[in-house]
C-alpha cells in the first residue's frame, strides 16, 4: 500500500505501430499516449486517454478511433465527439483526450487515425500496465503528499482490496470532464499552496464539483489560507461546509490527538518542549455532522453533502507544521479516510467461505447482475437436463435398440436402420427442447435508480440492461431519458455501455485469462463533439446468450418545491414535504439519522406530514429483515437470492445504513456511490419509492423497445435538506 507514482506509455519501448496505407506515415504520427489519471487507470471505470497527433508535411483531416477490451474480451472502440471532424494545419499537431472504460487485465488499447473520404489509416497498439482491481479503492492527493504513504500503512485489506494511493502536483492534469475522476474513490484536496489551482481552468473546476455533486467524495484540508482558498471567487466554494470566519491559532489540541489516537502531543515536541499551536480555519453557519470540537465553537472535522456527495472538511493544514512532522499526522488522515470511504469491515457469521466463491461474485454488484439474467419464457438449461438426455440416448441406442431389434423385428441387421433412426430423433428432441427453452423473441430485463438532490437540483440516473435474443444477432441500443419530472435543457448527457463485473470469476474483470471471440468488435459512438451521449452499434449476440449494458445518465431538474424537515431536540424528524414527481410511487421510506418512516403510497403532488405518519423504524433493522413486512424477522443476507431484485438494489442503496459488508459479507464498491447512508448524518433526509413506469426508454435499432414479456423496475430517491 504505497503511494504510485505517475506513469507514462513511451511508445519508443511499447507501441506497435502498423501503417495500413503508404501515405500515412507521411501524413501523421501519433505520439504521447497516457492513460489513466496520475498513471492509474482501473478495470471497469471510465478512464482518460491523451494522445497527440501530429501533421508533418500536408494538412490532416479525419477521424479517430479508440479500441480497447471490454469484460467479455470483445472490442469496444470508441468514436465520435472530440475523435471526429479533427483538422490539422501542416506541422501542427493535436492533443486528444476521450473517455473509455478498460474491462481486462494484460490487455491493449489501440488508435486508429483514418484520413476522410479513405478506409486505411495510422494505427497504435499499446500494451497496458497492470491496473487498478476493480474491487480497490483509490485515493488521490492534489497537491503535497501530507503522510498519505504512512497513513495508507494505518489501513488493513485483505489481498485484493488494497487501498492505492496516488499524488498529483499539478492541477493541469485534473481532468476536463467530470467522468475522468470515476476511478477515484476519495479525492484529497490540499490548500497551503493556493498559488497551485490559479492554473485551474473552469472546464475543469466545473468538471470536479460536478463529479462530487454526482456522488464523488473529497476531503478539504484548509488552514492559515482558508481565506483564499474558501473566498466567494473560489472554485472550492461551494464545497465548504459553512462559511468562512476568520483564521486563528488552536491552543486545545487534546481533541485532535485523542481523534487520531495519536502517542505525542501535538503541542509538544520530541522532547516535551512547547511548540507553536497549528492554524485553524473558522467556519460558521456550519451544516452536517460535527465529527471534530475544538471549543464549543470551533468545529474541526466535518462531513457534510454536497448535491450527492460527500465532503470531509479538516480546518488544519496537514502539510505545514507543526502538523506537518507530527507522529500523528498519518493517523489523522487515515481516521478521515476510513471516515470518508465508510466501509463497515466484514465479521464472522459461520458462513462457509466458499460460499462465496462458488457463486461467482464478491461484490453486491454481481448479485445484481445474477438475478437480471433470470429472463421471462426463458428456461435455463442446467446439467441435470444435459446429463438425462445423455443417458436416455444411451439407453435408447443400445439395451432398447438391441431388444427391438432381436426380440421384436427378429432381424439384427435392421438395427442399420433404427439407430440412425434414433439418432435422428434424438437430434430433432434436442433442437425442439432448445428452442423451447431460448423462447422466441428478444427479452429485455432493465432496471433504474433515479437520484435527484433538491438543494442542488441534480437528477443522476444508473440504469442496468440484460438483453437475451433466441438469435444470433447485431444489435443498436441507445437509451432516452424519461424520468417523471421537469428537466432543465443544459449539462445532460447519457453514456450506454458495457456492464462487467468485479472479481476473480468466471467473465470477472480480475482474470487474466483470454477469451477467444474471433476479434468481435462493436461501437460506441458520440454524435457530435458537444453530446454527451453514447449510442451502441452492432453489438453481437449470440443465439440462446445475453449481453450486460450499463448506463449512467444526468441532467438538471426545474426548481423543486421547498419542504419543511427539522430535528427538534434530538427527536426522530419532523415537519413536512411534498413528492414532487408526476408518478405514484409506492412502498416509500424516508430514511433519517438512524430512522425510517414507512409512506405507503405517494401521488403526484401529495404532501406529507410526518406528525400523522406512524412512529419510525430503526432503518437497519427494516433493511436487514427478509422482507419490508414488519411481521418478519431480521436474518441473514442472503447472496444465493435471484427472485428479488428491489430488495437487492435497496441495498446497495443503502449498504452501510443495513450495516454494510458485515450484513452482507459483500463489497459493495463498484456501484459504491449509490450508496446514500452517509447523507443521512448530513442534515439530509432521503425519500425512496417505486414506480411502474421507466425512468429511460430503451431503443434498439432506433425503435423504442417495450414489450409485455420485459420486466423493469424503476426505483427514485429525493434528498431533502434538513434543518
Not at 50 to 78: C, H, I, M, N
Not at 602 to 612: A, F, K, V
Not at 642 to 650: L, N, S, Y
Request: charged share 20%; aromatic share 8%; proline share 5%.
Amino acid at each position: 500500500m504505497a503511494i504510485r507514482p505517475a506513469i507514462r506509455i513511451s511508445l519508443a519501448a511499447l507501441a506497435t505501430v502498423a501503417l495500413s496505407a503508404p501515405c500515412a506515415a507521411a501524413e501523421l504520427q501519433i505520439r504521447d499516449v497516457e492513460v489513466g489519471l496520475a498513471g492509474e487507470y482501473q478495470l471497469g471505470r471510465w478512464v482518460p486517454v491523451t494522445f497527440t497527433l501530429q501533421a508533418d508535411q500536408k494538412p490532416w483531416e479525419g477521424d479517430v478511433r479508440v479500441s480497447v477490451r471490454d469484460s467479455d474480451d470483445l472490442w469496444s472502440t470508441y468514436t465520435g465527439g472530440p475523435l471526429a471532424g479533427v483538422e490539422m494545419a501542416s506541422g501542427n499537431s493535436e492533443t486528444i483526450t476521450a473517455l473509455v472504460r478498460i474491462g481486462r487485465q494484460k490487455s491493449s488499447l489501440r488508435i486508429t487515425a483514418t484520413p476522410s473520404g479513405e478506409t486505411g489509416g495510422a494505427t497504435v497498439e499499446v500494451p497496458l500496465y497492470p491496473a487498478v482491481l476493480a474491487t480497490q479503492q483509490r485515493v488521490l492527493i492534489v497537491g503535497s503528499e501530507i503522510g498519505l504513504r504512512d497513513a495508507l500503512r494505518h489501513i488493513s485489506r485483505p489481498d485484493g482490496e488494497e487501498l492505492i494511493g496516488s499524488q498529483l502536483e499539478n492541477v493541469s492534469e485534473l481532468p476536463s470532464h467530470w467522468l475522468g475522476y470515476d476511478s477515484v474513490d476519495m479525492l484529497v484536496l490540499t490548500s497551503s499552496q493556493t498559488e497551485l489551482y490559479r492554473e485551474l481552468a473552469d472546464s475543469q473546476a466545473a468538471a470536479l464539483l460536478h463529479w462530487v455533486r454526482m456522488g464523488g467524495r473529497v476531503v478539504l484540508t484548509v488552514g492559515a489560507q482558508g481565506e483564499a482558498f474558501l473566498a466567494s471567487t473560489s472554485f472550492a466554494a461551494p464545497l465548504a461546509p459553512g462559511r468562512f470566519v476568520r483564521t486563528l491559532p488552536l491552543r486545545e489540541t487534546t481533541s485532535i490527538e485523542t481523534f487520531a489516537e495519536a502517542k505525542q502531543r501535538l503541542s509538544e515536541d520530541e522532547d516535551g518542549l512547547p511548540r507553536p499551536p497549528p492554524l485553524y480555519s473558522q467556519l460558521g453557519d456550519v451544516e452536517g455532522e460535527v465529527l471534530l470540537w475544538g471549543r464549543s465553537d470551533q468545529p474541526i472535522v466535518v462531513r457534510s453533502a454536497y448535491g450527492l456527495g460527500q465532503v470531509v472538511y479538516i480546518g488544519l493544514d496537514l502539510e505545514t507544521d507543526p502538523i506537518a512532522d507530527w507522529p500523528g499526522q498519518s493517523r489523522l488522515l487515515a481516521k478521515v479516510m476510513e471516515i470518508t470511504l465508510s466501509e463497515t469491515p466484514a465479521v464472522a457469521t459461520g458462513r462457509n467461505s466458499g460460499e462465496t466463491a462458488h457463486l461467482g461474485f464478491t461484490d453486491l454488484a454481481g448479485q445484481l447482475r445474477a438475478a437480471l439474467e433470470v429472463f421471462d419464457d426463458v428456461t435455463l438449461v442446467n446439467f441435470s437436463w444435459v446429463a438425462a438426455l445423455v443417458v436416455g440416448y444411451i439407453l435408447v441406442i443400445g439395451p432398447v435398440d438391441y431388444w427391438l431389434v432381436s426380440y421384436v423385428f427378429r432381424r439384427r441387421e435392421l438395427t442399420w436402420l433404427t439407430s440412425g433412426a434414433i439418432i435422428a430423433g434424438m437430434c430433432v428432441l434436442t433442437w425442439w427442447l432448445a428452442g423451447s427453452a431460448r423462447g422466441d423473441s428478444l427479452r429485455v430485463n432493465q432496471i433504474d435508480i433515479v437520484d435527484i438532490d433538491v438543494r442542488t437540483s441534480q437528477l443522476r440516473g444508473t440504469s442496468w440492461v440484460h438483453l437475451y435474443s433466441p438469435a444470433n444477432a447485431l444489435l443498436d441500443a441507445s437509451l432516452q431519458q424519461q424520468p417523471a419530472i421537469e428537466l432543465q435543457k443544459d449539462n445532460t448527457g447519457t453514456l450506454l455501455t458495457w456492464q462487467g463485473i468485479p472479481g476473480e470469476s468466471l467473465g470477472g474483470m480480475n482474470r487474466d485469462s483470454r477469451i477467444d471471440n474471433g476479434g468481435s468488435e462493436y461501437l460506441l459512438e458520440r454524435s457530435d463533439r458537444l453530446s454527451a451521449a453514447i449510442e451502441i452499434e452492432k453489438l453481437p449476440i449470440a443465439a440462446g446468450g445475453s449481453r450486460q449494458l450499463a448506463a449512467r445518465w444526468w441532467s438538471q431538474v426545474q426548481e423543486l418545491p421547498a419542504s419543511n424537515l427539522k430535528v427538534v431536540d434530538r427527536k426522530p424528524l419532523q415537519g413536512e414535504f411534498e413528492n414532487p414527481l408526476d408518478v405514484r410511487l409506492t412502498n416509500c421510506l424516508l430514511f433519517h439519522d438512524r430512522w425510517v418512516f414507512r409512506l405507503g403510497d405517494l401521488e403526484p403532488g401529495q404532501r406529507i406530514d410526518l406528525s400523522d405518519v406512524a412512529a419510525p423504524q430503526n432503518s437497519a433493522w427494516v433493511l436487514s429483515e427478509r422482507t419490508l413486512d414488519s411481521r418478519q424477522q431480521s436474518g441473514r443476507w442472503d447472496q444465493a437470492m435471484r427472485g428479488d431484485v428491489p430488495k437487492i438494489a435497496r441495498m446497495m442503496m443503502f449498504h452501510e445504513l443495513a450495516g454494510g459488508r458485515s450484513h452482507t459479507e459483500l463489497l459493495n464498491r463498484y456501484y459504491g456511490y449509490l450508496d446514500t447512508s452517509h447523507m443521512l448524518h448530513a442534515d439530509r433526509a432521503v425519500l425512496l419509492g417505486a414506480a411502474e413506469q421507466p425512468a429511460a426508454r430503451l431503443n434498439l435499432g432506433g425503435e423504442d423497445r417495450s414489450t409485455e414479456s420485459d420486466r423493469h423496475w424503476t426505483f427514485y430517491r429525493i434528498v431533502y435538506p434538513t434543518k
